[in-house]
Structure formats: C-alpha cells, structure tokens
C-alpha cells in the first residue's frame, strides 16, 4: 500500500517509540519523511530500523523557538514544500501536585504545548500552499480522564486538543485539517521510562482503572500491559492520507477500551 505515495511529511519525536514508528510507517507507504527530535543518537536509530532509505534526520528542540524555525524552514527546502507535519514529540515529567516545582510545570507545557505550537506556526503557510494540509497532534487520554501524578502532562495535552479544534476552524476554508491522537496504553519512550519519573511514594490502586481491556503484547517497566507503537502509527498513517480527508476538528482515542 503507497496511499501517501506523493505526501510530504514531517514528524518530531522521531528518535523513539510512537514518533519512530510513526515515522516507519509513513515510509513503508511511500511518503517523504523528515523526522526530527533532540536526541541525535535516537534518529541515528530510526534510520538504522528502516530498510527503505532515504530518510532526512534533524536535530531539532521543540521548546526552543529558533531551532523549530530552522528546522521546519530546512525540512520545507529539503521536501520542496509540506503536506503533513505530526508532532508526536513530548516529556512526561511526575510528582505529587502539591511538591512540583514550577520550573517542572513550565519545562512540560514548553516541550508538550508550545513546543506542538511552535512547529505548527511554522509549518502552517507551507501546508496552506499544500493540496493536502493536514496537522496531527498528539494529545493523551490524559487530557480527558484523570491520571495521577500528572497535573503538569494532563494540562498540556487538554490544551493540545483545544488548541487543536482552534486550527480545524480557523483554516477550514484554506482546506486545513486537523486532528488529535489521544493514546493510552500504548508502549512509547515514555511509558519505558516510567518506573524513573514515578514519584517514590506512589499508590499504585489508583492506576487500576488506566489499563486497557483487550489483550495486548507488550508490558511497561511497572508491568501494566500495554499495545506496541504500531497500533497508533497506523492510525496516523490513515489520518496523513486521503483515507482521513472528512476527519478533522477532533480527537482520535487509541487505548484497547480503557476508558470505556
């Protein structure tokens, strides 16, 4: 299948779990894909998982707004314009709401938040000059269901869907789409990582109703069972095509029925 054949793209995130498969995915359907992140030796690894070639790497920070502008300024030159930027790109960072610092509160939006802003801003008249604009965000379940811990990542994800119903609107007439991914359950570089920005003194029954009700393959470090990357890159692939073209304005949950 090559339904994104003639599809420009470009991914943040790329160097890990949900931006890497995603970035695969997109490939193996005969897109053009950039994919970026801030951890070099992390897009070292995404390039050596694909067999297809031709992959373009960026280091580039999210947060950092003259790097995003050098960055999405590269990308459009290197592609010759943009059809589809993802911005799976993100940081969970946990503790107790009453002990997080203000400095972790201001380092989760700039990454999650204006980081998914920053890209977006400088996409967007590349994508207007595109046949097929689309942005896909990547919010959480978090951002509609309480997760404990995590004030900071769940107030930026409800502000990425509403930021991302705000572009759905304001550039319906240009033939803009826009749409959410809202994962859960679903091993990524965060989820791997979790028994490290867990706070010491967790309760762990108040996690009970985050874990998903069908059968999954793959477990995270504090063994909750979880779906592998691919479910979602699927998703975004179908989004990214012509397959999504009356999809936008709205969030998309992947998480095995765990909030049913």
Same mark, same amino acid.
């Given at each position: 299948?090559?339904?994104?054949?003639?599809?420009?793209?470009?991914?943040?995130?790329?160097?890990?779990?949900?931006?890497?498969?995603?970035?695969?995915?997109?490939?193996?359907?005969?897109? !053009?894909?950039?994919?970026?992140?801030?951890?070099?030796?992390? %897009?070292?690894? &995404?390039? =050596?998982?694909?067999?297809?070639?031709?992959? &373009?790497?960026?280091?580039?920070?999210?947060?950092?707004?003259?790097?995003?502008?050098?960055?999405?300024?590269?990308?459009?030159?290197?592609?010759?314009?943009?059809?589809?930027?993802?911005?799976?790109?993100?940081?969970?960072?946990?503790?107790?709401?009453?002990? &997080?610092?203000?400095?972790?509160?201001?380092?989760?939006?700039? #990454?999650?938040?204006?980081? *998914?802003?920053?890209?977006?801003?400088? $996409?967007? /008249?590349?994508?207007?000059?595109?046949?097929?604009?689309?942005?896909?965000?990547?919010?959480?379940?978090?951002?509609?269901?309480?997760?404990?811990?995590?004030?900071?990542?769940?107030?930026? =994800?409800?502000?990425?869907?509403?930021?991302?119903?705000?572009?759905?609107?304001?550039?319906?007439? !240009?033939?803009?789409?826009?749409?959410?991914? $809202? /994962?859960?359950? #679903?091993?990524?570089?965060?989820?791997?990582?979790?028994?490290?920005?867990?706070?010491?003194?967790?309760?762990?029954?108040?996690?009970?109703? %985050?874990? /998903?009700?069908?059968?999954?393959?793959?477990?995270?470090?504090?063994?909750? /069972?979880?779906?592998?990357?691919? *479910?979602?890159?699927?998703?975004?692939?179908?989004?990214?095509?012509?397959?999504?073209?009356?999809?936008?304005?709205?969030?998309?949950?992947?998480?095995?029925?765990?909030?049913?």
């Amino acid at each position: 299948m090559e339904r994104l054949r003639d599809r420009r793209i470009l991914v943040t995130g790329a160097g890990s779990g949900i931006g890497r498969a995603t970035t695969l995915r997109l490939m193996e359907e005969g897109a !053009q894909v950039i994919g970026t992140d801030v951890a070099e030796e992390g %897009l070292i690894e &995404t390039q =050596k998982a694909t067999s297809l070639g031709g992959l &373009t790497t960026y280091v580039m920070d999210v947060a950092d707004e003259e790097s995003v502008a050098f960055g999405v300024r590269s990308a459009v030159n290197a592609l010759g314009g943009l059809d589809v930027v993802v911005n799976a790109a993100g940081i969970l960072l946990a503790s107790h709401t009453h002990e &997080t610092p203000l400095e972790l509160w201001n380092r989760v939006l700039a #990454v999650n938040l204006t980081g *998914t802003f920053l890209v977006t801003r400088a $996409a967007l /008249p590349a994508l207007l000059e595109s046949e097929h604009g689309v942005v896909v965000n990547f919010s959480s379940t978090s951002a509609s269901f309480a997760h404990p811990y995590m004030a900071a990542y769940c107030a930026s =994800k409800g502000g990425i869907q509403a930021f991302t119903h705000s572009l759905a609107l304001e550039y319906s007439k !240009q033939g803009l789409r826009a749409v959410s991914i $809202a /994962p859960g359950s #679903v091993k990524s570089g965060i989820t791997d990582s979790a028994a490290s920005w867990l706070p010491q003194d967790i309760d762990f029954t108040l996690f009970g109703r %985050l874990l /998903p009700i069908l059968p999954t393959d793959h477990t995270t470090e504090v063994g909750n /069972p979880v779906a592998g990357p691919e *479910t979602v890159a699927g998703v975004v692939a179908m989004l990214a095509s012509d397959d999504g073209k009356f999809i936008t304005g709205t969030e998309i949950r992947i998480d095995g029925g765990t909030h049913t």
